[in-house]
């Protein structure tokens, strides 16, 4: 059998490990041949295919990035469209996720993020400044809940959750008056009681979406301004999407990318490999993208003890 492969979206780190598991075991145990669609969609609406030889793949686990590309190509425009991306499939080739425990890619995001912030709060010592460090994070925060948790943050505001200005600037006081710098995790996504959607200020992504950044920047001159400590705003950014996968995204592309090839062989179409618990399991299309994977207000309450 001919397999098509494509990465699509923004990527992370752990996009090769999956096309390296996938291409191994599908030439390993199957005997099949691989093509890449270069740049996501656009490859597919455009016929912009190259062969995957096992070569191609030697080394890729510990890369960053994809080797394919990808693109934010919507596949219904642009020139495609249903018929055209059927007829280039019939002529080269025989697909925040809630079905699956942790999607690749947020470990080492997570990992990345930590990091930084444990060094902004060296800084921040230092200077007795206050630190707001913004993760990525549309319309979930669990970036910015397991690294603010994994950095001690004194206040994280996540998509899911309103939060006051007056809450925020009282946590922010609390830390301060213990005599800490006070260190703010944001996730882009987070609406303050007082907004009713998220801060944007770079126009539109090609789905028409707002492309997010910049909450921090609006967050720092309003907390200093109510507290009295200096305050700084760090954007994380494409950081957290860049540079080598950690062991366990590797490991978790790794199986992800040999059971799609599962899924091939025994015709499980319209569904998805995901993680549940330490396993790996087949999820039909309707479960895994009905929904957003939101942080349950449990696991909120749970990193709230610790504010202030
Ligand atoms: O959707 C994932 C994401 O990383 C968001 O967190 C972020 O807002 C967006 O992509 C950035 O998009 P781009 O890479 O197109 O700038």
């Not at 930084?116 to 809940?145: F, K, N, P, Q, Y």
Request: a negative charge; one cysteine or more; glycine letters at 14%.
């Amino acid at each position: 059998m001919k397999i098509g492969i494509l990465t699509s979206g923004g990527d992370c780190p752990g996009l090769n490990a999956v096309i390296r598991g996938a291409v191994l075991k599908g030439i390993a145990i199957h005997g099949h041949e691989f093509v890449g669609f270069l740049d996501g969609w656009r490859g597919v609406v455009g016929g912009d295919v190259i062969g995957i030889p096992r070569t191609l793949v030697r080394g890729i686990a510990k890369q960053g990035g994809t080797i394919l590309g990808t693109s934010r190509t919507n596949p219904f425009e642009n020139g495609g469209g249903p018929d055209v991306v059927r007829d280039h499939m019939e002529r080269l080739v025989d697909n925040d996720l809630e079905a699956t425990d942790y999607s690749v890619g947020f470990d080492t995001a997570v990992q990345i993020a930590t990091e930084a912030i444990d060094r902004l709060r060296t800084t921040a010592e230092s200077h007795h400044r206050c630190m707001i460090a913004e993760v990525m994070g549309r319309h979930v925060g669990w970036i910015a809940l397991h690294a603010g948790m994994a950095a001690g943050a004194h206040v994280i505001l996540i998509p899911e959750q309103k939060v006051s200005i007056d809450q925020i600037t009282q946590w922010v006081e609390e830390a301060h008056t213990r005599g800490r710098a006070p260190l703010v995790v944001v996730a882009e996504g987070f609406v303050p009681e007082h907004m009713e959607t998220p801060h944007s200020e770079r126009g539109l992504d090609t789905f028409g979406r707002p492309r997010l950044g910049g909450i921090a920047d609006q967050l720092a001159p309003e907390l200093e301004a109510r507290t009295g400590i200096e305050t700084r705003a760090t954007i994380l950014g494409h950081i957290q999407r860049g540079g080598v996968p950690s062991a366990l995204d590797r490991v978790l592309a790794t199986r992800l990318g040999m059971a799609a090839i599962d899924s091939v062989v025994e015709g499980l179409w319209g569904t998805m490999v995901a993680l549940n618990g330490t396993g790996i399991e087949h999820v039909g299309f309707q479960d895994a993208l009905g929904q957003l994977k939101v942080v349950p207000q449990k696991r909120y309450d749970e990193a709230a003890v610790l504010f202030g």
